[in-house]
Structure formats: structure tokens, C-alpha cells
């Protein structure tokens, strides 16, 4: 059987069964193959009184004592019950919706039922087992897979059709040479198919899966690594590094040890001619712009045009003041391009940059448009990548012959999923902090506190301090009428506050010009307590605003939260976070004790991702990379690191089959991440 083979060669599969796979993209026999199960399930499971799990399914055997003569309701279910023993113990079995069973099941016979068992009061109960005769078991026992469901498709239809596939001898294309598959004792992929859809027990299954956490480990890293190797000289030239000394040496504080650090390694990569493509990450509030526009100011020196690109126009704005205000005396041209410039102005804007008339540019997606053209781009800066497709951020690069890169990033990211997100990018990490900062005391009450919390506000306030208060939702909504809304906060609080105390406020709604307005009323004083939603989470950095509070805060993500309680211990008097939630479910307050214990970034990223999983934690389509069916970035870390000696070891092979497996593996990530990308 050819893995290329279309569907409608497999035996039980006519044209009404073939129409409906191809609605759902299966035209080959690779993507049947490629539905894997979601579970197993395993009958031989046999559960003992003394120690079984009420969490997971088992099986007993017991005779049935009793079936009860009449059918029950239970809200719209109907239902009949039957007593059986186990182990000299009474189980009480409910069947829901199958009242013919009642003619089925006999009393003082054995049967094998198959669920989970549960204890409650003293009384054991099982809910809509399977099951079977325990003389007669036939197939009860076998290892079964359970596929995902597809409409008009059921579980055991999928099974079928794959059982059929692999009764034949499979060929699968682009296999691992067997010298790799030896040193790193895997089974061939044909194999690996055979062990995942018809595996004997778990074990079995294993044995398939680890293979194929190995390829897409491996395919991650040999993508990484040819993205590496391309274009390592840059055609950016350097010549002009007094400059860089002088901008430093004008700065009103001194760097920290890890900005200059970082500062000094680019310098030390841009004079050696490699190309720059370095992710900065640090906390909230560390000073990696600090870093961005000292890089820029060197570029700009040299003749070079930078783009600066953020993911909002808040953000694109407030790095245009930060740009503007430390290279005020420099003499190098800024420009902020956003959505929201006046056409006018725009034509003005693009014109220069053609012409070269301006140094640095800063904006949004507008950086990126076709008739956007650069005179001679050196250097480029993405703001929060993550929030930037591939194919955005290759517009941009095209733009330029070869331009430097460097992402600028406080999302907290754990290690082990920064390793396979950013593994081709260099990795520079602002660890400490600007001198003066203070850690942010962090709280969590629930609503009764809010007068209080209030109050002291106000307190704060009439030291000269001004302050945030956070809501989810921009209007009220009859549907979520426990959750708070900028509009009814808004009245309520200028109606508390006002006239000794201003009250503004901030949302996603607003035009560009009110946004503009509120955000400058609230850095020049005028407003003391801005009201606003997660718009804020990043480019706002007002070192004045010392008190932050977040209504309704389970709404948010551990990430959001510690970016919004980063909006404030940005100067150097004490700062609070107060995180308001009624909510008392186990998770959100494991979530609330983790923002309030910890103040690290990178530590509040790995509670993140062992609280949610790996999943879609930080958005893998967003990065052009395939999504993970198999590997696990928690666990499975060893495995990402055993497969970039692979896949070095590919790469540089002269040996014919190794080239061609690593064409094979190359091939195939760039028509994954092309995939995302047009989607």
C-alpha cells in the first residue's frame, strides 16, 4: 500500500465515503494515516476492591442479582438499573438510554463490565459500562484505539478503514536512515504507524509514538538550523562606532550590567559582519529599549534605516516618544506610520523614507505594505513577535538586502518552549533591573474589599501618584452581569472620585485620536485613575502610576496579569497590584497565589504552561511552526535536545542518503510553516 495512494483505492471505500473524507482534507492514504487515536482503550484493566481508581476506567466481573422491571427518567434520559456482585460486593449499575438492554442482560450470569467505578456513601456504582458475557469475551479484551471524531464518520468507521491499510505491506517515503534509527533505537515509520493504530497494549503504542516525537523534534531543529545558516554575512557595513559611545555616555542614568552587556555583543557581531538575529527578552519595566535604540543609533549613524515595528498603535506611539526623547539631540530623523496617519502625511512620510530623508521609522503593520519602499534598510525590531505572523515578518525582511534583526519580547516564555519558538534566534536575557525599581507588592481579595481598596487609592493619589483600574469587558453585557465594564466602573468611580480626583478612561473602541488624548492626559497629570481594559498590557509607561487594580482578574491569563501589574513600578516609590476576584474554583486560585507569590516572568510562564499545558500555549501557528501532535515541551525537553545533534549531523553529511533525508525533512517544514503562513 503506496502512503501517496488515494483513498478511493482502499478497500470499503465508494464514491458517498470518499466525498465526505475529502471534505475534510482526506484524499491520500498518509492523512487517514495520519488521524491519530485520542486514547486507548484497555479492557484487561481488571480493578481490585482494594485499590482502584475512581478516575479511570477498569474492568470487573460480576453476576447480575437484579434488573429493575421499570425504566426511570432523569431529566430528558431515561434510564433502568441492575444490581450486581462483585467480589461479594453489590455494585449498583445505571444504564442510560437503552432500554432494550433490559432483554438482553440475564440475571445470575457473569459478565465482564467495563468503566469507572465509583464509591460514594458506602455504595459502589458504575454509569453506562460496556460490557460482555464472561464465557463468551470474543474481541472484549483486545487493545482498542478511539479515534477523534469526524461528522458522518464514526470512531470504529476510522479504525476499519486504517485496520484495511495496514493488512497490506506499507511503503512510507522519507524515512530516517538506519544508522540514525539505530543510535537512537527507533522503529522505522511504517512501523511506527503499525505500533500507533494497532498496537497490542500501551507499551506498544509507545514505541510508535516516541518515533514520531523524535521527527517532529527533529523537523523543528532542522528548520531551525537551516534558518541559521543562510545569509551568515551581512551586507550591512559598520565603520562608525565612536558614535555608539557618545549616545551612551549622554544617558541620564547609567546601563545596567546586562544592557550593556548585550549592547556590547551586537557591536561585537556587527563588526565581525555576521548578521544580527537576536531575541531580547526580559521582564516587564527591565529596559531592553534602552538597548533597541542605542542598536538603532549606531545603524542610523552608519547611514542605515531602522523599521520598528509594534503590534498595537499605543505601542508604536509610545516607543515613538521614547525614541524621540532619547535622541532628541542626535540630529537622526524619526517618523512614526501608523493606520491612523492623515493620508497627507502619509504620502509626506513615505516619500522620505524612499529618499532616505529618514533614519528610523516606527509603526504598526503599515511598515509592511507593498508601496511601502526603504532606501537603504539596516536594521529591523519586531515589538511582542509573537503577535506578528511569518509571513509579516518576512515582508518586512524583504524589504532590506539582508537587514540585521532584533525581537524584542517581555511576554514571559518558559525555557523549554523558547528552545523550540526562538531556537533560531541568538538569545540575549535582561535579567536585572534599572537601579531604584522596587518589587510591586501584589494582592488578591475578593469584591467586599473594593471599598478599600478604593480608599486607599485615594490615598496614593494625594501623594501625587496616579493609578489604573482594570476591566475585561468594554460595556455592560446582560450575559456576564457579575463581570465589571469600563462604562459602568467609569461613572461609578468618577461619581466617588470626582471633582478632587480625575477619572479617564481607555479602550480598544476608542478612535485613534481619543486614545491619543487619554493615554497624554494621563502622562502629564491630568487624569489621576485611568480606567481601562488589557489595552494597556503593553506600551504604556507612565513612571508616576503606582497602583493598579484588576477587577475580575481570573478573566485574565498569568501572563496578561503579570504584563499589566508590570504597567506600574516604573519609578521609584512603592507600587501595589490589587487582583479583584470572586471566582473560588481551585485552578483560579492556584493562578492568583502563583501572581502574588512570584514576580519573576520566567517563573510565572513555567507555572503558566504546566497549568495549561502545551497545547497552543504561545500560539505555534503564530510562529510558522507545525503543530505538535506528539512532542510535549514539559516533557519531553531531552528529546528537542538529543535531535539538534541529528539534525547538525544531517545537515553537514556528504553521504547521499543522508542528503536526501534532510531534503526530505526540510521540504516538508517549509510546506508546513508555508501552509500557516498563507492561512
Known sequence: ?????????????????????????????????????????????????????????????????????????????????????????????RIFNQPYLRKILRLNESYYFYGTLKKENGQYKMINPQFVLSRDPASFFEFEPVYPLISCLPSKSLARMIREILSHDLWVPADLPKKIRDDNQLCTKAEAYRKIHLPKNFNDAEIGI?????????????????SRNLNQISDVELSYFNGLDIFLNSLPFELTLSQDRIIREITAEMKSKSVINRLIQGDVGSGKTVIAVAIACLLAQNGYQIAYMAPTEILARQHYQTFCNFLKNSGISISLLTGS??????????????????????????????????YNLGLIITDEQHRFGVRQKGQLFLKGKNPHTLVMSATPIPRTLALILYGDLTLSVVNDKPAGRKAIKTHCYNEKKLPQIYEFVKEEIKKGNQAYVICPFVEFSENMENISDIATVY??????????????????????????????????????????????????????????????????????????????????????????????????????RIIVNHHEGSEIAEADLKLRGPGDYFGYKQHGLPQMQFLDPITDLSIIEETKKTAQLLLASGEQEMMICADDILHSFYESVNEIALN
Open 1 to 93: 500500500m503506496d502512503f501517496n495512494q488515494p483513498v478511493k483505492n482502499i478497500k470499503g471505500i465508494g464514491a458517498k465515503r470518499e466525498a465526505i473524507l475529502k471534505e475534510h482534507g482526506i484524499l491520500a492514504v498518509k492523512d487517514l494515516l495520519n488521524i491519530f487515536p485520542k486514547k486507548y482503550i484497555d479492557r484487561s484493566n481488571f480493578l481490585s476492591v482494594e485499590n482502584f481508581d475512581d478516575t479511570e476506567p477498569g474492568t470487573i466481573k460480576a453476576k447480575i442479582e437484579k434488573i429493575s422491571s421499570n425504566q426511570f427518567m432523569k431529566g430528558r434520559q431515561s434510564f433502568f438499573t441492575l444490581k450486581a456482585n462483585w467480589q461479594d460486593i453489590l455494585v449498583n449499575i
Open 210 to 226: 516516541q518515533r514520531f516525537k523524535f521527527d517532529e523534534a527533529l523537523k523543528i531543529n532542522m528548520g531551525i538550523f537551516q
Open 341 to 374: 496617519v492623515k493620508e497627507s502625511e502619509k504620502k509626506s512620510i513615505l516619500k522620505a523614507l524612499a529618499e532616505g530623508e529618514i533614519s528610523i521609522i516606527i509603526g504598526t503593520h503599515a511598515l509592511i505594505q507593498e508601496h511601502v519602499d526603504y
Open 491 to 592: 461613572e461609578n468611580l468618577k461619581s466617588d472620585f470626582e471633582p478632587q480626583i480625575k477619572v479617564g478612561y481607555l479602550h480598544g473602541k476608542m478612535s485613534a485620536e481619543d486614545k491619543t488624548n487619554s493615554i497624554t492626559s494621563f502622562r502629564d497629570g491630568k487624569i489621576s485613575v485611568l480606567v481601562a481594559t488589557s489595552i494597556i498590557e503593553v506600551g504604556i509607561d507612565v513612571a508616576n502610576a503606582n497602583t493598579i487594580v484588576i477587577l475580575n482578574a481570573e478573566r485574565f491569563g498569568l501572563a496578561q496579569l503579570h504584563q499589566l501589574r508590570g504597567r506600574v513600578g516604573r519609578g521609584e516609590s512603592q507600587s501595589w497590584c490589587f487582583l479583584v476576584t470572586n471566582a473560588t474554583n481551585e485552578d483560579t486560585i492556584e493562578r492568583m
